[in-house]
């Protein structure tokens, strides 16, 4: 797997234990190209649930870790199988250099250009613009003209009636968690509202989409 593979859409999936994140897994099958997969460290029992998401469809798809805010998290992270990293905050260039070291995107966040540079200067793979809605939609496309084309990800507050204008605004990705289910139907295990609600979203995002995919 390879940055240029990575699917314009991150599922961040927060709070869930195994069997919830298990049930949404079975709503995705055959979609690989179009997500990718965030387990928040700040789930239950995260490590064991990341190790049996990983072992049954790690090799379909983008599987990683998010909430990662320090070298630990890191190394515990891809200890467990991680692919890919995510964090709320600029992570330094120790944890970068880690994650180069064993062949694990990273994507920390940033928000001003002098972070969103730095981070790429220590060898970010993606930047997390977040929370991306405290932002004007042109704030991406406008930190491009001095810096050049950027991969960048807009994170916080994304859901099916925004992702497409972020992505035509300058972002390469966008993370969506409570904007893509409903919790209490993950909760009460209704596989078929979840079925639901993802095709709501395919429908109005991903018939777009790919016209803008750069």
Not at 59 to 86: C, M, R, Y
Not at 190 to 206: G, M, N, Q, W
Request: hydrophobic share 40%; net charge negative; charged share 20%.
């Amino acid at each position: 797997m390879n940055k240029k593979t990575f699917p314009k859409v991150t599922i961040i999936m927060r709070g869930y234990n195994y069997q919830q994140v298990n049930l949404i897994m079975e709503t995705l099958e055959g979609k690989e190209e179009q997500f990718a997969i965030e387990i928040t460290l700040n789930s239950p029992d995260v490590f064991e649930t990341l190790q049996k998401i990983i072992k049954q469809y790690g090799e379909k798809f983008w599987i990683g870790a998010g909430t990662v805010l320090n070298l630990q998290n890191a190394k515990d992270a891809v200890e467990a199988g991680a692919q890919f990293i995510l964090s709320p905050v600029m992570l330094s260039k120790e944890v970068l250099d880690y994650c180069k070291q064993k062949n694990v995107m990273s994507v920390p966040a940033g928000m001003t250009p002098t972070e969103v540079y730095t981070l790429f200067q220590n060898g970010a793979d993606v930047v997390k613009l977040f929370p991306a809605t405290s932002l004007d939609r042109g704030h991406f496309k406008a930190m491009q003209g001095p810096l050049g084309e950027l991969s960048l990800m807009a994170v916080g507050g994304i859901n099916a009636g925004n992702a497409n204008d972020f992505l035509n605004k300058g972002a390469s990705y966008v993370g969506i968690g409570s904007g893509i289910f409903e919790k209490e139907d993950v909760l009460n295990n209704d596989k078929e509202a979840v079925k639901k609600s993802l095709a709501v979203f395919e429908e109005t995002v991903f018939g777009t989409t790919k016209e803008v995919a750069r």
